[in-house]
């Protein structure tokens, strides 16, 4: 049985208590984890503030900070099997995912390292002769970055890269699910050369752990990734410090499809869009709004690539769809499949979970044309459905793609330009992607509208929303003051 530690102050320890992990490919417990409760997270806390006040830190050129950024990633690549295997063992997302997207991990340090020394104040033509007047960036502070069980390296590199090329010092919370990639990731960041505290990396339960943790005096920040219930508590935690949130939250994203579109590049995109994954992903396109024009030839296409699809062992490289992380997840993709089909529904291929073994669910399509309030439709699933409704004009696609209380991903496939121009204005949603899906890079923004989330990671804003800008006043006049009465 492995054994992990959390890290806070530069030094590896045992948690409060240890709790077991589940190895989602079996049910089966494969490692015990360190739980931090109130004085762990308090002591991760004060490392990182008295880190970013130090003169280690606080007086580090931006440069320098770019560079134990370049090294950091530099150790990510070397590391990058390690990682990978330790995500598909803790997550059950399959090793040919984890291994592609923690290599392009690196890259989102490389990025933020690169742009440490790019984060530039200003100087302002101030309106009054005897002042000169500019703007000096700074970091906002401690930095509560709590993460969910998806694609932690990926989603902490969003939140750690730029708060550090800021200046910011960061806590870290691994989601207990999974918490393996984190924790040993914090074996890698030691090595790095940053001073002590800048990051720590701890885990433990949301009631306790993350409720101290963003609702702590001494955060400034709190970027948070996961869902909308648990965003709602945060935002509650973080008004106890009025400390600024970022919020990237879940998704349902439309995938629409129109009957000029290059079927094959679309259906090949469709089952990436939901099924990559296992469909764990926020920005999995759940729901297929196709023309109904060619939506049999379209369905008859998906299925049976669906029914293809390689179902088995997260670690096997021939795997395409593995387990879920967590049997709550594949007892609500039956509940909200059970309760579709009761309102009318039809199931295209899968709706059942798999009896073997292991947290499996087969990749699985069901039609909810013409019952718009179908929970399929309206909830997110986090597994490998797909929802479909089919439309007739343009404008009901539209309608379709919007009506929904989140907004993080949409996909358009269209050979119309200007058609697809229109889409683009009219989706409601932080991304478009317009034939194809899917698409990440560390110069794009990420982040999406209403319960999808506020706030955006990923490119130069993200960097710029770690920092705080101060006005600063400079007379250059030795005339004495006038009239101290009048504010000048
Ligand atoms: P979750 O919201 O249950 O948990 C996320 C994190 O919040 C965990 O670390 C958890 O311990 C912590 N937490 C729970 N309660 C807390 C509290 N009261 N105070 C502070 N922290 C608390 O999410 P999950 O089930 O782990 O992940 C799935 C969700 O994440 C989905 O909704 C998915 O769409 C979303 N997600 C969003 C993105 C994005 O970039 N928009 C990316 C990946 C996942």
Not at 82 to 89: S, W
Not at 167 to 177: R, Y
Request: aromatic share 8%.
């Amino acid at each position: 049985m492995q054994k992990f530690q959390q890290y806070i102050n530069g030094t590896f320890s045992d948690g409060a208590a240890q709790f077991a992990s589940i190895d989602p490919a079996t049910g089966q417990t494969w490692a015990m984890m360190p739980e931090a409760r109130v004085d762990d997270v308090n002591a991760a806390v004060d490392a990182a503030d008295h880190a970013f006040f130090s003169p280690e830190w606080s007086s580090m050129t931006a440069t320098q900070r770019g560079k134990l950024l370049y090294r950091l990633a530099d150790l990510i690549s070397e590391n990058a099997p390690r990682l990978a295997e330790l995500e598909t063992r803790d997550t059950g997302k399959i090793i040919r995912e984890t291994s592609a997207q923690i290599a392009y991990v690196a890259e989102f340090y490389r990025y933020y390292a690169g742009l440490a020394d790019k984060i530039e104040g200003a100087y302002l033509p101030i309106d009054k002769p005897d002042m000169e007047v500019w703007l000096r960036r700074e970091p906002v502070g401690v930095v509560a970055a709590v993460v969910p069980w998806n694609s932690q390296l990926f989603l902490s590199a969003v939140k750690i890269g730029p708060a550090l090329a800021a200046g910011c010092t960061v806590v870290l919370k691994a989601s207990e699910e999974a918490p393996s990639p984190m924790l040993e990731f914090a074996r890698i960041f030691d090595q790095a050369g940053f001073p002590t505290g800048v990051l720590n990396v701890i885990t433990g339960f949301g009631a306790e752990c993350g409720s101290v943790l963003t609702s702590h005096p001494k955060v400034a920040h709190v970027a948070f990734t996961g869902g909308p219930d648990t965003a709602r508590h945060i935002v509650r935690n973080s008004a106890e410090n009025l400390a600024s949130t970022s919020l990237e939250l879940g998704g349902k994203s439309p995938f629409i499809v129109f009957d000029d579109a290059d079927i094959e590049s679309a259906v090949n995109a469709q089952i990436s869009g939901i099924f990559a994954a296992t469909g764990q992903s926020c920005v999995a396109g759940s729901r297929l709004v196709i023309s109904n024009n060619i939506k049999d030839e379209f369905l008859s296409q998906l299925k049976q690539k669906a029914e293809a699809v390689v179902i088995g062992a997260p670690d096997d490289m021939a795997t395409e769809v593995g387990p879920l992380c967590t049997e709550g997840q594949r007892k609500n993709a039956l509940k909200l499949i059970e309760d579709s089909v009761e309102l009318g529904a039809k199931v295209i291929t899968g709706g059942t979970a798999i009896d073997c073994e292991g947290i499996y669910f087969p990749p699985t399509i069901i039609d909810c044309s013409n019952i718009p309030d179908a929970p399929c439709l309206r909830n997110e699933f986090f597994g490998p459905v797909l929802s479909v409704v089919g439309f007739d004009t343009e404008e009901e696609a539209l309608k379709i793609a919007n009506d929904t209380t989140f907004g993080l991903a949409s996909g358009v496939f269209t050979k119309d330009l200007t058609r697809a121009h229109r889409m683009i204005r009219g989706i409601r949603a932080g991304i478009v992607w317009v034939n194809t899906y899917r698409a990440v890079s560390p110069i794009a923004p990420f982040g999406g509208h209403g319960l999808s989330g506020h706030g955006r990671e990923g490119g130069l804003q993200a960097a710029l929303d770690y920092t705080k800008v101060k006005a600063v006043w400079l007379r250059t006049s030795d005339d004495p003051i006038p009239d101290p009465f009048v504010m000048r």
